[in-house]
C-alpha cells in the first residue's frame, strides 16, 4: 500500500505543483487535468528584511502597490509546510494581497519559529504526524487544505486528527473554506444535451449494455467492486477499466490511462451511448462528490451513484439520478434500472433539469453563484490561492483583535480560539461495498488494508494530540511513544 499511496501522493503534487499565480486574487488555477497557466513574468523585486526571514526573498505579483521594505516587513507570513506544495512561481517566497490586506507566503522552513509566521498551511495527502513541526507554537494557526479522497490521509477522518487544525479547506461544506463542488465547472455543464434516445437503442441492439463502469482504481476504502460485481449478476453491465473489465474501449489510444485522460473528447462521447453510469466514489464521506458523478449528467446518462450521503442535497433536481442506497438490494436496483431501461418516458424524467428551468436547486445554483474560486476559470482565483487569502485575511483579524486587546484589555477581548470540527472531514469506518464485515475472511484485501489503515490512524492522531499536549520537541520521542502505546485495534476486524 505504502508505494501506491505514494503514487497518489506524487500524482496529486505533480499537478498541482506547476498551479500558479501572479498575486492572489489574479490568475487563475490549473486544477488537476487542466492545463498550467503560467504567473506573469516575475518582476524580480526582492526584499531582505533582518531576522529570521532575512534570507527569505519575496516575489511580488506586478503591479504591487507594496514598493518599500518598510511595509513588507511587518506582513504576517504564512508558511507552506508540505514539501512540493507552494502555489506560486517562482521563488520561495511571494507577497499576496487579499481583500483584508496583504501577507507573505512562503515556503522556507527557516521562518517557522519567527513570531510574524502566523500561520503554517499543509496539504491533507501530505500531512505525516510524525513530520508534523513540533512544539506547537501557540502564535500560529495551523491551516489544512484537502480537497482529495480521505483515502489518501485517513488521520483527518478522526476526531483529533481534525481538530489538530485551526482553519481547513475541504469537500465539506462545513468546512471553513467549502470545495463540495470543485468538480462542478457550473451549470452550463450539466445543461449539455443528451444523445437521441433512438441512437442510444441503437447501440444497445449491437449488443452494448445499459450500464457503463469505468474504474481502473480496484481496491479502495468504498470497496465499489464488491458491489458492482453483485449486480452484474442481475444486468449487463459493460466494464472498460482495469476493475471488472469485461470490454475493450473501442481504440488502444483511449485504452491507455496515460495518454487519453477522461476529458478526451472521442471518450466522452463513447461513454455518453450509455443510458447509465455506475458512478462509485473511492470513499463515503459527506460531501466527497468528484467527476464520478457530475461527468454522467454533462453526458446525459443517469449516474447510478454511492458516494456522498448528502448527494441529494446538491442534485439540479430531485429526480436526477439513481441512489443505489435507497435499494435493498442489488438485485432490487437491477430491476430498476432495467424497468427505466424499457420505458423512455419514465428514463426520460431524470434528464429533466437539462430542460430550461429544470435546474430547481436553489441551493446548488446559489453555491455555484457565490463561490469565490473557480474551476478552470481564468477570471477567479484557484482555490488554492483562494485558500491562501481566507487564511490570510483571518490572520490579519486575529492581530487586528489581539492588538486591540492589548490596547485595552478591559473593552476587547482576546480573540477565541478557532477549531476545525470533525464536521470538516466526515468519513465514517469504512464499509464492505456488498454484506457485512463478518462475512468477509480476515485475509480479503480491502479488510487487511483499509479498516487497519483507519484505526492506526487514529492511533497516530492520538499520539500526536498527546505529543503536542506535552509540549514535545523531538520526533524521536514522538515515534518511540507511537510503538510503545500502539495498539492494534481488532474490533470490526
Ligand atoms: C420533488 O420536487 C417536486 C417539484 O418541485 C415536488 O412536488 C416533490 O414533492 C419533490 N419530491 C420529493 C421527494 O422531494
Ligand atoms: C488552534 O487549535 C488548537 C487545537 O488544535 C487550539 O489549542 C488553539 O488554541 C487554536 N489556535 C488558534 C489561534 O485558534
Ligand atoms: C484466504 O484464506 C483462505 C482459507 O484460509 C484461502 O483459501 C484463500 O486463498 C485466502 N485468500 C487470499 C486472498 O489469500
Ligand atoms: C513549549 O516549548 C517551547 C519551546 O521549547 C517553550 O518556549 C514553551 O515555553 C513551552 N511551553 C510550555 C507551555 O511549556
Known sequence: MAASRTGLVLAALGVLSVSVTSGSRAAAGAERGGEAEWA???????FRPPSALGAVGVARGPGSPWSGREEAEDLPVLLWWSPGLFPHFPGDSELIECPRGACVASRD?????????????????????????LPRLAHQSWALLHEESP???????????????????????????????????????????????????????R??????????????????DRYVLEL????????????????????????????????DPELLSFLSRYKFHLALENAICDDYMTEKLWRPMHLGAVPVYRGSPSVRD?????????????????????????????????????????????????????SL????????????????????????DHELARLDTEKAHAA??????????????????????????????EEIPDNDSWKEMWLQDYWQNLDQAEALTTMIHNNETQQRKFWHYLHENFVRRNQNL
Not at 517557522?112 to 500531512?127: E, K
Not at 483527518?156 to 468546512?175: A, C, E, K
Not at 473489465?245 to 477522461?262: I, K
Open 232 to 263: 452484474m449478476r442481475y444486468i449487463p453491465v459493460d466494464s472498460y477499466g482495469r476493475c471488472l473489465q469485461n470490454r475493450e474501449l473501442p481504440a488502444t489510444r483511449l485504452q491507455d490511462t496515460t495518454t487519453a485522460t477522461t476529458e
Open 369 to 392: 453563484k457565490h463561490r469565490e474560486w473557480g474551476v478552470n476559470d481564468p477570471l477567479l482565483p484557484n482555490y488554492l490561492n483562494g485558500f491562501e487569502c481566507f487564511v490570510c
Open 408 to 437: 485595552s484589555p478591559g473593552d476587547v477581548p482576546a480573540p477565541e480560539p478557532h477549531i476545525a470540527q470533525p464536521s470538516h472531514m466526515d468519513c465514517p469506518v469504512p464499509t464492505p461495498g456488498f454484506g457485512s464485515v
Open 314 to 366: 446538491w442534485m439540479p433536481n430531485n429526480h436526477s439520478i439513481i441512489l443505489i442506497d435507497d435499494f435493498e438490494s442489488p438485485q432490487k436496483l437491477a430491476e430498476f434500472i432495467d424497468f427505466l431501461d424499457k420505458n423512455d418516458e419514465e428514463y426520460m424524467k431524470y434528464l429533466a433539469y437539462k430542460q430550461p428551468g429544470g435546474i430547481t436547486n436553489q441551493f446548488l445554483l446559489d
Open 151 to 205: 483515502l489518501n490521509n485517513f488521520l483527518l477522518s478522526h476526531d483529533p486528527g481534525i481538530r489538530l487544525f485551526n482553519l481547513t479547506s475541504t469537500f465539506s461544506r462545513h468546512s471553513d473554506y467549502p470545495l463540495p463542488l470543485q468538480w462542478l465547472p457550473g451549470v452550463a455543464y450539466l445543461r449539455r444535451e443528451a444523445p437521441a434516445l433512438q441512437e442510444r437503442a441503437e447501440w444497445r441492439r
Open 207 to 224: 449488443g452494448y449494455a445499459p450500464l457503463l463502469y469505468l474504474q481502473s482504481h480496484c481496491d479502495v476504502p468504498a470497496d465499489r
Open 40 to 46: 506573469e513574468p516575475w518582476d524580480g523585486a526582492v
Open 109 to 133: 522552513r527557516r521562518v517557522w519559529g519567527d513570531a510574524r509566521t502566523r500561520a503554517l498551511l499543509f496539504y491533507g495527502t501530505d500531512f505525516r504526524a510524525s513530520e508534523a513541526p
